[in-house]
């Protein structure tokens, strides 16, 4: 099951909006829906432990179009227009950046997920710093954030937790460490 979130504002927990299954498409829509969702295991290389609350995470800058291997069959890419990727099912998907579904002018975070891979897209006026995910056991895991040259603006994050049946809250935080958006789990 695909489950999809969307907050934006800063401190935000109340403002999330819940949208529906992502369905599959053969090639980029042009007027895609934002949304968030669940995960998958740890991948060989995937980020998956948890990191000291107010160290700064690198950012990846990445050519437009560049496919990023995300572990578990999961490929992410990002052009000018969002974020695609594509699973184990060869499904290709896309979240867009710019059909106004985020609000870039304040801090924003979306979750997609399948099982236990999450991603998303992150963005707003802060330089971002990193995005974790928490379990319902209190388990934190640090996400890896890829963004375009020229565009600090936005980017996309992603991660792999451990199985726990339960939806993870996902927190965005800047560079400097304070927490910007919050979104908290959810069962759909």
Known sequence: MK??????????????????LAAPATAAPTAPSVSTASAS????GAP??????????????????ERVDAGGGYTIWLTRQGKHWTGPDGFEQFRSVVDGNLDLTQPALSHQGEGDF??????????PG??????AEGRVTRA??????????WG?????????????SVSF????????????AMDF
Request: aromatic share 6%; hydrophobic share 45%; proline share 9%.
């Open 130 to 135: 990193r995005v974790e995910l928490t379990d």
């Open 156 to 168: 996309v994050w992603y991660a792999h937790t451990a199985p726990t049946g339960h939806d993870v």
């Open 41 to 44: 295991a740890p991948a060989p």
């Open 3 to 20: 489950k999809y979130l969307l907050a934006a504002g800063a401190a935000v927990t109340a403002a999330v909006a819940a949208a529906a």
């Open 144 to 153: 890896t954030l890829l963004q375009l040259p020229g565009r600090p603006d």
């Open 118 to 127: 999450h991603s998303g897209v992150y963005g707003g006026p802060h330089r």
């Open 173 to 184: 935080y800047a560079r400097d460490g304070r927490l910007l958006v919050e979104l908290p």
């Open 48 to 65: 998956a432990a948890s990191a000291p609350t107010g160290s700064v995470s690198a950012v990846r800058t990445v050519r437009s179009g």
